[in-house]
């Protein structure tokens, strides 16, 4: 009877893992139909046969950013939105260009894990762990270092020199989405309440208003 009982804990665990796990590909490649009308988890795919080499390619990674904007940082995204042919497959990149003193600010990827790899310059970079612990890993890069960022944990990267720095990221999703901490709090649609970010924050309201005012540029 024991056994019987181990034998289903098992077979559920095994369920629960599967259920849990992204599925495996069915076929050679999916390529994302963007004109599609059915709306599933991501993209539907167009008919293999009418498939395109450009469906897998993407050109400018060599042009670097515009860093001229108030956190000195640009972020040039390669995912399914770019080439279609990355649907299902789990795996984006992105160049970010940093001006001196520049930063990528504290944000998340709800959806995936980021590899970051350092071509030129140098970046203080970090994420930090879930509650209650709230612990902070970071490092200083140079050129050629390697940093992973946990998917789902706040991280940032910031350029500390007085020279333009370089990073190439890799991420484990075709689409990883962005949260920016920063503008998702102050900059909200409808904007959250002063009252609950005021006591959230331990700040006074004045000061929370006067944010909400400079995230919509008032």
Known sequence: ???GFFLLVLLALSASHALASDPGQLQDFCI?????????????????????????????????????????????AVNVAQIAGLNTLGISLARVDYA?????????????????TVLEGSLYVGFITSNPENKLFSK????GDVFVFPQGLIHFQFNYGTNKA????????????????ANTVFGSNPSISGDILAKAFQVDKKMVDHIHKGERGL
Do not use: W
């Open 100 to 116: 001196p003193y520049g930063q990528n600010p504290p944000h998340i990827h709800p959806r995936a894990t980021e590899i970051l």
């Open 140 to 143: 200083v890069l140079n050129k």
């Open 32 to 76: 994302a139909d963007r004109t599609s009308q059915v709306f599933v988890n991501g993209f539907a795919c167009k008919d293999p046969k009418t498939a395109l080499v450009e469906d897998f390619f993407f050109s400018g990674l060599h042009m670097a950013g515009n860093t001229s904007n108030k956190q000195g940082s640009a972020v040039t």
């Open 1 to 3: 009877m024991a056994s």
């Open 166 to 181: 370089i990073a190439i990221a890799a991420l484990s999703s075709k689409n990883p989405g962005v949260i920016t901490i």
